[in-house]
């Protein structure tokens, strides 16, 4: 397995690979679980070469505490790659390295799909993920690049920003993974305790109940119907339910039978914040 932490270094393997490789990059931030390995797992079941980037990026933290305990665990992170294919290539940089020394994000227009949810409770942090996204894209230039559906939202916004930057690469979505419980995978799960860990699966018991009430009831019920759940609920609180249109991600009030539908939810369990979505 390489590990590259220049972009010389890495650009310069990767330019002499075979053309006719099939070039993959799975970014992520480390702190790698089992729902990392599954995007990696893809990416090597669907082409020769995969590229995974292991960096914290500072620009998409609007809360400098968070960033701070945000868990780096790098050679964990390398050994779980290792145990998964000794053919993959890590690029782990420093922020110098990766933004030349003025680690600011650049300002872009995602048509509204960063305005609502996760963007209006964590400001500019679009324009983060964006940058860093950008700048790997542009670096790696892969045929394709793999994201997990827990960050639909940011999801979405990668799609608009490969379609604006005019960006070569197929974004591939790939399925949420949960523990057992139910709970989505997540590196911020590491810092829940063992009682809190278990109790937030009522996230998503509560997801699958709103999923079931609204091929009946209307989007403003099944929002209405969560919120009561939450406030009876001590350890959890609600930061945000909503239920949008896949596309636009805004907010509905009618049903169309022609369109797809998804709920999004971010709580505090003990402080620590979770993100989940379901498809509806």
Request: glycine fraction near 4%; charge should be negative; aromatic fraction near 8%.
């Amino acid at each position: 397995m390489l590990v590259f932490k220049t972009k010389k270094e890495l650009t310069e393997h990767v330019s002499a690979l075979p053309k006719t490789n099939r070039l993959a990059l799975v970014p992520t931030m480390g702190a790698l679980h089992k729902g990392h390995v599954s995007l990696v797992e893809q990416a090597i079941a669907e082409n020769e070469t995969v590229v995974v980037s292991i960096f914290v990026n500072p620009t998409q933290f609007n809360n400098k505490e968070d960033l701070e305990k945000y868990p780096q665990t790098l050679q964990a992170d390398l050994d779980l790659l290792s145990a998964t294919s000794e053919n993959i290539i890590i690029f782990a940089p420093s922020a110098e390295e990766v933004y030349d020394k003025n680690v600011k994000a650049k300002i872009y227009d995602f048509e509204g799909l960063d305005q609502v949810m996760e963007g209006a409770f964590r400001e500019d942090h679009f324009n983060g993920v964006g940058t860093i996204v950008e700048a790997l894209l542009l670096l790696v230039k892969p045929d394709r690049a793999y994201f997990g559906e827990k960050d639909f939202q940011q999801l979405q916004i990668i799609r608009k920003l490969v379609e604006q930057q005019q960006i070569p690469v197929e974004i591939i979505g790939c399925p949420i993974v949960r523990e057992p419980s139910g709970l989505a995978m997540s590196s911020r799960n590491e810092r829940l305790s063992p009682e809190l860990r278990q109790k937030a699966s009522f996230i998503y018991s509560t997801l699958l109940a709103a999923k079931e009430k609204f091929g009946t009831k209307s989007a403003s019920y099944v929002v209405d119907w969560v919120k009561k759940e939450f406030d009876q609920h001590e350890d959890l609180e609600l930061e945000y339910i909503e239920i949008t249109d896949v596309n636009t991600l805004r907010p509905i009030t009618i049903k169309n039978k022609n369109l797809k539908y998804r709920a999004f939810i971010a709580v505090y369990a003990g402080g620590v914040r979770l993100i989940d979505n379901i498809a509806l």
